[in-house]
């Protein structure tokens, strides 16, 4: 079956009619998308799912409002790249920690979570990409894993090209050290 364009979901949407069958094609479209960009930045299962419904909830309320001066996919990755953000600063004040031990304790679930079936080097990545930045972290899993361009992941994040291009590299180079000191 071929892929339903984000014009014919938008019209399907407008229409009472239609609407739960285009939120219908919406999930099918990209709730696997978000919910491992999600994955990535909280690391949990039960967490990412919860955040996923969190995202179709406010997408269900606001497509309405949508304004067709962006992609419909670069307008879903905004609002699960700030549900992400929201949850981890959360969860670092709720723990009353600073951000890089989060990091910490989502590199342990990681470990000993059941949904993780990756091998040794699968593991590294992620322990590596969990010692980046939040900002680093984000772009290089939105230009590594969901094959974004910079123009994409400049209007998600609202930075430059420029600055995203430099903290992609920075990325790069932290996993890249972390990786061979930690054989």
């Not at 309320?61 to 981890?88: G, H, M, P, V």
């Amino acid at each position: 079956m071929n892929q339903v364009e984000d014009s014919e979901i938008l019209l399907k949407f407008s229409n009472k009619e239609t609407r739960n069958e285009a939120f219908g094609l919406l999930l099918k479209k990209y709730q696997q998308k978000i919910y491992w960009h999600i994955r990535r930045l909280v690391i949990n299962h039960d967490d990412a799912d919860d955040l996923v419904q969190d995202v179709f909830i406010k997408v269900w309320k606001n497509l309405d409002n949508f304004q067709s001066n962006s992609q419909l996919y670069t307008w879903l990755y905004r609002i699960a790249t700030n549900e992400c953000l929201t949850f981890l600063n959360k969860k670092k004040q709720q723990n009353n920690m600073p951000l890089d031990e989060v990091a910490y304790d989502l590199a342990d679930s990681l470990a000993e979570g059941s949904y993780f079936d990756g091998n040794h080097a699968q593991m590294k990545l992620q322990k590596a990409l969990l010692t980046l930045p939040e900002k680093q972290r984000l772009v290089f899993n939105m230009k590594y894993f969901d094959d974004l361009k910079y123009e994409e992941i400049s209007d998600v994040l609202g930075t430059s090209v420029g600055a995203l291009k430099a903290s992609f590299h920075h990325a790069v180079k932290k996993i890249e050290a972390y990786l061979s000191n930690n054989d």
